[in-house]
C-alpha cells in the first residue's frame, strides 16, 4: 500500500499521463481532414507530428502540477482557478519555446488542465470519479472566473484575440463555453460513440476518426470560422454529415476517403482544430472514467 503522499503523487502522476496520452493519441489518430497526423500536416505548414510529440512531453509536467493543484488544495473550487492559470501560462511560455512559438496545444491546456485538477479534487473528496461529480467539480472551478471574462472581452475596445473578436461578433465562446456548459459535447457526442465502438468491437483508430467526423458534424468549430468563414464551417459539417450518413469511419473505403478530404481540405486551408481538440478530451475522459478502479489498487 501506498502512504497518503505517495498515493498524492500516483494520482497526480496518472492523472499527467493520461493528459500527455490524450494529445499523442489524437496526433496519432490518422487519417484527420485538414489536421496534422501520421499521413500528413494538414492545413498547418508549420506543424508536424514530431512537433506535436515534443510539445506533450514538455506540457505533460505542467498537468502533474495541476493535478496536485486540485488534490490538495482546501478551498473551493473557484478558488483553486487562479492557480492554475498561473500555471497554464507557465505551461503557455514552456510549449511556445519547444516548438519555435508554434500553437499546438493552448486550447488542451486550459481545458486538459482544468479537468486534470477536478478530477484530482474528485478523487481526494469523493474518492472516485464519475462523470457527474468531475463536471460538477470543473464547472464550480471555472464559473465565476469565466463569466467575468466573458463580461470584458464584451467591454473591450481593443487589442481583442481571434478568439476575442469572434465572441464579440458571432457570441461563439469555444474552449470557455465549453468548460462553462460542462463539455456538453463530449458528455453527448463524443463518449457516447467512443463507447458504442469499443462495445461493438472496432478498431482504435477507426473509433477515434468516427468521434472526430461526428465532432465536425456538430460542432461549432472557432478555428474553421477563423481561418476562413462561416459558410465554410456549414459546408464542412455537411460533408461530414454525409460521411457519416454513409457508414462512416467503420465502412470499407473510408480512409480512402478521408484521404480525399484531407487533400481538398488542405487545398482550401480547412482545420478543424477545435474537434480535434475535442477528441483529445473526450480520449482523456475515457481513459480516467475506465482507469479509475485499477488506480485505486495501487493506493
Same mark, same amino acid.
Given at each position: 500500500m501506498y502512504g497518503a503522499t505517495?498515493?498524492?503523487?500516483?494520482i497526480e502522476e496518472w492523472?499527467?499521463?493520461?493528459?500527455?496520452?490524450? $494529445?499523442?493519441?489524437?496526433v496519432y489518430?490518422?487519417?484527420?481532414?485538414?489536421?496534422?497526423?501520421?499521413?500528413?500536416?494538414?492545413?498547418?505548414?508549420?506543424?508536424?507530428?514530431?512537433?506535436?510529440?515534443?510539445?506533450?512531453?514538455v506540457l505533460r509536467p505542467y498537468f502533474v502540477r495541476m493535478a496536485e493543484a486540485g488534490y490538495r488544495s482546501q478551498k473551493h473550487p473557484s478558488d483553486v482557478f487562479p492557480e492554475l492559470r498561473e500555471i497554464g501560462i507557465e505551461a503557455e511560455k514552456a510549449m511556445y519555446a519547444a516548438t519555435g512559438n508554434v500553437n499546438t496545444h493552448k486550447g488542451l491546456i486550459f481545458s486538459l488542465g482544468i479537468l486534470c485538477a477536478a478530477a484530482a479534487s474528485c478523487f481526494r473528496w469523493d474518492g472516485y470519479v464519475s462523470v457527474?461529480? $468531475?463536471?460538477?467539480?470543473?464547472?464550480?472551478m471555472v464559473r465565476s472566473a469565466l463569466i467575468a471574462e466573458l463580461k470584458a472581452i464584451q467591454e473591450?475596445?481593443?487589442?481583442?484575440?481571434?478568439?476575442? #473578436?469572434?465572441?464579440?461578433?458571432?457570441?461563439?465562446?469555444?474552449?470557455?463555453?465549453?468548460?462553462l456548459g460542462g463539455y456538453a459535447s463530449i458528455r453527448t457526442i463524443g463518449l457516447p460513440v467512443m463507447q #458504442?465502438?469499443?462495445?461493438k468491437g472496432y478498431g482504435w483508430n477507426e473509433i477515434k476518426l468516427q468521434v472526430l467526423m461526428e465532432f465536425m458534424a456538430q460542432a461549432e468549430d472557432t478555428n474553421v470560422i477563423y481561418r476562413?468563414? #462561416?459558410?465554410? $464551417?456549414?459546408?464542412?459539417?455537411?460533408?461530414?454529415?454525409?460521411?457519416?450518413?454513409?457508414?462512416?469511419?467503420?465502412?470499407?473505403?473510408?480512409? #480512402?476517403?478521408l484521404i480525399k478530404l484531407d487533400e481538398q481540405f488542405i487545398k482550401e486551408n480547412i482545420s478543424h482544430g477545435g474537434c480535434a481538440d475535442l477528441l483529445a478530451i473526450t480520449i482523456f475522459l475515457h481513459s480516467v472514467y475506465n482507469g479509475f478502479q485499477s488506480l485505486r489498487r495501487k493506493l
Open positions: 505517495s498515493g498524492n503523487q500516483v492523472l499527467g499521463q493520461m493528459a500527455w496520452e490524450a $494529445l499523442i493519441e489524437e489518430t490518422t487519417p484527420k481532414p485538414g489536421l496534422v497526423d501520421t499521413y500528413s500536416n494538414g492545413a498547418h505548414k508549420d506543424m508536424d507530428v514530431a512537433l506535436f510529440e515534443r510539445s506533450a512531453s457527474k461529480n $468531475l463536471i460538477r467539480t470543473e464547472q464550480h473591450k475596445k481593443t487589442d481583442r484575440s481571434h478568439g476575442e #473578436e469572434l465572441y464579440r461578433r458571432l457570441g461563439t465562446m469555444g474552449v470557455r463555453g465549453e468548460a #458504442e465502438g469499443i462495445r476562413t468563414s #462561416e459558410k465554410t $464551417l456549414e459546408y464542412t459539417q455537411n460533408i461530414a454529415r454525409q460521411f457519416l450518413k454513409n457508414g462512416g469511419a467503420y465502412r470499407k473505403g473510408a480512409v #480512402e476517403e
